[in-house]
């Protein structure tokens, strides 16, 4: 009995300290999975501006505290704008997509307290830096607008995804708690 009793014991002891853990290593895998699916969303946005010859973009609109995207592109020879797209001038080449639907307990924004990933005071929780027409194009040169969208789990995990205006280049890039600093991976 002494002997089952000190087993049960040191499974409980065990589970106690592995539990935790597993649960923030889930809530990591799905953040970073999060930000490189956002990350392959905008390459192949900047893919699909080359192959058509016309700017592709995607389009960010607030639902709540989080954001749907959507695939757009330029269907009259100006560019992406926000009103063209609601007339259908700028057609919807994608279905509508979040987040949540795909990793569970991911969402935009920016944790308090955290820096942006200039190293800027954030200023507010706002995971969608775009500009204010919510536009993220790339242009068939292969450039792009320029942006950062951040994306955080159910703990202390922070990602960022920024887009390089000049160049189109996708970054992803965490912010390292034990640095205080965002660290390219």
Known sequence: MV???LAVSIAGTVTAIAVPQAVH???????????????????????????????????????????????????????L??????RGDDPVIAAPDMLAWHFTGVTFGILAGLPDADGDPAGTSDGVRVGSSRLLSMNPNGSSSSGTLYVHGR???????????????????????????????
């Open 3 to 5: 002997e089952l009793m």
């Open 25 to 79: 290593a889930l809530d990591e895998y799905r953040t970073r999975a999060a930000a490189h699916y956002l990350a392959m969303r905008l390459a192949d946005a900047r893919i699909g501006a080359i192959k058509r010859s016309t700017y592709v973009g995607l389009r960010f609109d607030a639902v709540g505290a989080d954001y749907r995207f959507t695939g757009v592109a330029d269907g009259n020879g100006n560019g």
């Open 81 to 86: 704008r926000t009103t063209d797209v609601q």
């Open 155 to 185: 703990g202390r995990v922070q990602y960022a995804v920024r887009v390089l205006g000049a160049t189109g280049r996708v970054r992803v890039v965490r912010y390292d708690d034990g640095r205080r600093a965002w660290v390219e991976l």
